[in-house]
Nanobody
Framework: QVQLAESGGGSVQAGGSLRLSCVVS???????MGWFRQPPGKGREGVAV????????HYVDSVAGRFTVSLNSAKNMMHLQMNSLKPEDTASYFC?????????????????????WGQGTSVTVSS
């Protein structure tokens, strides 16, 4: 129903910027989309989500003010602009889109096998 593909990861020094992209294809319009990350040796965490209807965004405290999530009007391209990167931002970054979730995007917790996920892109920030 929904296919996602990330790009834009790479290596950067602390204080630098990267812009991740997520191409969305398929015939289902998700209510919520977002970026999630998994640091080395740790669990996956939410970074930023956006409502496709209202454009409302939500960020985890650790990236608020540094990262910006955006979605184009066609709802087929999502970006994550990451500025002032820190070594603790090093992780694999994944984009996700809900399948059938009707609640508030701020409370959305995507599930493997239920929601759509991309394959991930790696971000490394060196000090």
């Amino acid at each position: 129903q929904v296919q996602l593909a990330e790009s834009g990861g790479g290596s950067v020094q602390a204080g630098g910027s990267l812009r991740l992209s997520c191409v969305v294809s398929g015939d289902y319009i998700s209510n919520c989309m977002g970026w999630f990350r998994q640091p080395p040796g740790k669990g996956r965490e939410g970074v930023a989500v956006i409502s496709t209807d209202h454009g409302r965004t939500h960020y985890v405290d650790s990236v608020a003010g540094r990262f910006t999530v955006s979605l184009n009007s066609a709802k087929n391209m999502m970006h994550l602009q990451m500025n002032s990167l820190k070594p603790e931002d090093t992780a694999s970054y994944f984009c996700a889109a809900d399948i059938g979730y009707g609640g508030e995007c701020a409370e959305w917790s995507p599930k493997a096998g239920l929601d759509a996920w991309g394959q991930g892109t790696s971000v490394t920030v060196s000090s």
